[in-house]
């Protein structure tokens, strides 16, 4: 089966994705306070896009824990990339049982309907801030070498699990896809910082199908004033157990109601995708502009504070670290495409049309040492009026 490789075609760098998306075939509409899988998992905001899909942390009623709910376009060959995707991923978690490969985890996956088609929906671990989103923190100008071999040597344990033990091939490593546990700024983290917790919709009214209208409530499968309540206290003794602070019989009721309108609840929402954005062509210049809304899985928008305090928190952040974005992922045996990696870390044989295995994840691996390490990307090709960015890409290579 052929798949489009995204990244192939201009970078997406629009904080939004297009709402002419919002079609028949194409992304579906999801609003704070929605719910998925009869109740099950409750969407508390936005955490990014790509062309494949929309990303949104949610709240697993069921096992009260944060996750990240990754919502794909409906059209066939969309669906038909999800399936394969989820066939690696479970691959990958079937050979984790310890959870010690520093990859990430997909908990659960299902198929939701709605106006534009039927969507499949993956449910992953909410993990923290990527590898660029910490570039950026230190003004571009690297990290320090001890910092970066801790880094490195989780990055390698999830390559030689990936290719060893499963052969399979990432082909889209890049900082954007190499997600810490936590996230810098843990006051931004949900799972530590109390966050009241967004419970589904209850005030929308739709019309069923014998014409008389319905609360959401009932046709979503969302949860009584009982198991609301039930869910509070959950969600309390879960902030508890992250914290290690008391909180007030108060402060267990103080919960936010949805807001009604848009996707965001005061949170803005990413630059980057969490897994299936392609590489940004932003400058330096340009990129540090848009800091303020970046975010990775859980790296709610906020300013970065003054270089003191990014510099407190860069030493005092945990540098445990998943590999995550299989949208693209391949076996040894059986590859889709040969137009994989983003462009500024596409390896020599990529690039000159050859054979490629898993040589081309390390290739990737090297520039995003260089990369952490100096703040700058290795290679950033550029197009001229008679030849293109990979035409530039292969003159390095001479």
Known sequence: MERRKEGSDDDYTSEEEGSEDY?????????VGDTFKNGCYVVQSKLGWGHFSTVWLAWDTLKSRYVALKIQKSA?????????????LKQIAEGDPD????????LDHFKHSGPNGQHVCMVFEFLGDNLLTLIKYNDYRGIPLPMVKEICLHILVGLDYLHRELS???????????????LIDTSKDPRKSG?????????????????????????????????????????????????????SEEAEEDYKEPEQEGCSNGVKSSVESVEDKPGSS???DESTKTFENDVSQGSHGHRRG?????????????????LVDFGNACWTYKQFTNDIQTRQYRCPEVLLGSKYSTPA????????????ATGDVLFDPHSGDKYDRDEVSELVLY
């Open 23 to 31: 079609r028949r075939g194409g992304y579906h509409a999801v609003r």
């Open 76 to 88: 066939q060959h969309y669906t038909e990339a999800a399936m394969d995707e989820i066939k690696i």
């Open 99 to 106: 959870d010690k490969k520093c990859v990430v985890k997909l």
């Open 168 to 182: 399979i091939i990432h082909t889209d490593l890049k900082p954007e896809n190499v997600l810490l546990l936590s």
């Open 195 to 247: 966050a009241p917790l967004i419970l589904p919709n209850t005030n929308d009214k739709s019309v069923s199908n014998n014409g008389t209208t319905q609360d959401n409530k009932t046709l979503n499968g969302d949860l009584t004033k009982n198991q609301k309540k039930k869910m509070r206290r959950k969600a309390k003794k879960a902030a508890q157990g992250c914290t290690g602070k008391e909180s």
């Open 282 to 284: 932003l400058s330096k």
């Open 306 to 322: 003054s270089r003191s305090m990014r510099k407190k928190l860069l030493a005092s952040v945990d540098l445990k670290c998943k």
């Open 361 to 372: 994840d390390l290739w990737s691996f090297a520039c995003i040492c260089f990369e952490l």
